[in-house]
């Protein structure tokens, strides 16, 4: 079975310092794993996405996630937080190989002070 | 290129009452998915289909909850009966291939309160 633990229910940062959300992964097989970002009222979007490919992942707004099997992680940085990264974030794996079902974390919620 | 579309964006009834869903996917995707969001947690599938058959809908409670894609374009997802622990965001997605394990790219969502 496949599954991921984002470790913080909430985080809280300030404007120009750096961000770090983690999440732990947990499958049987070589996982696909991604980083979703969801603002309010808005739909979830794809920030970036690994699939075993290169092991740093660099996505849309200056985001980037390092996959680190020997520690079963995936966690998601940004060197310096923007106010309009406020958001909900979500770490996701991918189900069995044919399948594109996807299985999301409970959700960090990113709080920038200004 | 247009996004996946949903309506409405809220809806409020009481228990027992029925409501149903609309999505429209991004032209040309084949695939289209129904999440459930409750609130303090993440999406979860409900019912995923490829052009208009159903590949997975394990997790759908098919005595209340129905979905359907007629003609492999946009989908209505409907409850009947309404229970309270159906509050939820109701999200849809849509992918481009058949079979492939492409990004999903997510509408805006309906916000669904049960009284």
């Avoid at chain 1, 079975?1 to 049987?28: F, I, K, M, W």
């Amino acid at each position: 079975a496949q599954s991921v633990t984002q470790l913080d229910s909430h985080v809280s940062v300030s404007e120009g310092t750096p961000v770090l959300l983690r999440c732990n992964y947990s499958s049987s097989y070589s996982p696909s794993l991604f980083w979703y970002v969801q603002h309010p009222n808005k739909g979830l979007q794809l920030l970036l996405k690994y699939t075993s490919a290169a092991t740093l992942v660099k996505g849309i707004n200056g985001f980037e996630a390092e996959f680190k099997k020997s520690e079963t992680s995936f966690h998601l940085t940004k060197p310096s937080a923007h106010m309009s990264d406020a958001a909900e974030y979500f770490c996701v794996v991918r189900g069995q190989t044919g399948a594109n079902n996807l299985f999301f974390g409970t959700g960090t919620r990113l709080t920038v002070i200004p | 290129e247009a996004g996946v579309a949903q309506s409405p964006r809220y809806k409020i009834i009481e228990k027992r009452q029925s409501v149903a869903f609309w999505c429209n996917p991004i032209s040309g995707h084949a695939t289209l998915y129904w999440y459930q969001q409750i609130l303090g947690q993440g999406p979860k599938l409900l019912i995923q289909f490829q052009n208009n058959g159903v590949v997975d809908d394990s997790q759908l409670p098919k005595d209340r909850f129905s979905a359907e894609r007629l003609k492999g374009v946009d989908s209505t997802l409907k409850i009947q009966p309404a229970k309270l622990e159906d509050s939820a965001v109701y999200l849809c997605a849509s992918s481009p291939a058949v079979g492939g394990l492409e990004t999903q790219y997510f509408g805006p969502g309906t916000r669904l309160l049960v009284l």
